[in-house]
């Protein structure tokens, strides 16, 4: 090969290698011009602009031109082209990178903007500064959003402070949990003074109520339905605390079964003591309303036996029967305060049972021969305030009483029927009896009768109405409604 093409194919080579130099070099300035982050180069002498990409140009707001050979002076205020200007000669008197976490610019098009930077400096063949180069990352929305959750947590931390309940989150599976200080704070500790998991918390319940807790947080867990149970939790002074917890799911899995729950623990110790003084203080009423009724029956059956003694010195028949039915009237009211002395309930009373005790009584102290007069007991069992209970009581004694003592003549026979039902919305108490009847002659509702005026004023005070019936004997009947101010 002559000298000639020795040129020629070197020629060659220097042509290649600048095209490819050439096609790196557009390669890497369209990686530039498009990267969405600021790049810029600087001089290392002026610290006027050398380079711009697109993304300085689109958040500037100026064009490439009106950039180039310009300076920060010639776009920002003093103080702030002074602080730039004094970070970028740190940059080249140190001769190594600077990161600027924040720095804040004004810009043409979108205001005030907040900014990452990154300044390097660029080195010539002696090892010294040459240019600067700059790359910038516009983090304001990150920081809006920064500080919006800054904002949430702090409304979040001052939320939890303020609620003096602990709140709690428990994974399931795992068995970790969240604790908010206010549930190590309801417990006496200091905020993950004990770790915060199920386990930790299991240790703290009373031994008592473990196998109950578990039970209903295992419903609870299998329903994915929400819960509140109440137990005690030990203080880390050796306290017991009576505390409600209350959870619901948040997350469940494709069964239904809860995966993760949230709730509250909330302090009920003062709650529970005063329920506990409460019935304590309703336990000492109760034996002492007890008491009371047991002695007021006491003193009612003293009044029935003096009348009974008394009525043995008194000759005359028309006045013996006033001293006996005296005698019944207190018994009948005797017998209802005996029986609230014996209930659960000492303001109501099982009515069927008392209109058959006081029925039996009355027909075994009237009636010498049972095979004579038939009586038919057809009583439901039927609980009645006491207010109701003593007047109504009353009545059905004269009632009674008047059947056994007037409507059938000495050796005959008859049947007395006592009803007492729940009719709609209303009671009915019914004496009939196929005696002799009642006298035409005689108003019912006014007589000189003390037992008919006690059965009218007594019908009166329970609101009630009363019937006479003279076909077949006579059926006189009480309807009424218990009265609505006495109704628990």
Partial sequence: MDGKDEEIKSFKLLEKTENEHLKNEEFL?????????????????????????????????????????????????????????QKDRKVLQNKKLLDIPEETIETKNFGQRILHTKKIPIFNKEGNPQYLLGISEDITELKKVEKALEESEERFSITLDAVNDGLWEWDIPSG????????????????????????????LMHPDDIDFVEKKLEESIKSGIGFEIDLRMKTKSGKWLWVSKRGKAIEKDSTGIATRKVGTLT??????????????????????????????????????????????????????????????????????????????????????DYIRSLATELFHTYEADPGLIKLKINV????????????????????????????FSEGNRGKINIDFHPIDDHYEFAVKDNGIGFPEDIDFQNTDSLGLQLINSLTNQIDGDIKLDRNNGTEFKIIFKELECNKG
């Fill in 29 to 85: 300035e369209n990686i530039v011009e498009n990267i969405p982050n600021m790049i810029f180069i600087k001089s290392a002498d002026k610290l006027n602009f050398e380079m711009v990409n697109k993304a300085v140009e689109d958040l500037l707001g100026y064009s490439r031109e009106e950039l180039i050979g310009k300076t920060d002076y010639d776009f920002f205020t003093k103080d702030k082209a002074d602080f730039f200007t």
């Fill in 176 to 203: 970790n949990a969240f604790f908010s200080p206010n549930y190590y704070k309801l417990l006496g500790y200091n905020p993950g003074e004990f770790p915060a998991n199920y386990t930790s918390w299991r240790l």
């Fill in 267 to 352: 302090d009920i110790t003062e709650r529970v003591n005063a329920e506990k003084k409460i019935k304590k203080s309703l336990e000492e009423k109760e034996m002492l309303l007890k008491e009371i009724h047991h002695r007021v029956k006491n003193n009612l059956m003293i009044i029935s036996s003096l009348l009974n003694l008394q009525s043995r010195y008194i000759k005359d028949k028309a006045s013996q029967n006033v001293f006996k039915e005296s005698q019944n009237r207190a018994r009948s009211m005797a017998l209802i305060h005996e029986r609230l002395y014996q209930s659960t309930d000492l303001e109501r009373i099982n009515y069927g």
């Fill in 380 to 407: 439901e069992d039927i609980l009645l305030d006491i207010n109701t209970a003593i007047p109504l009581g009353l009545i059905v004694n004269e009632l009674i009483t008047n059947s056994l003592t007037h409507a």
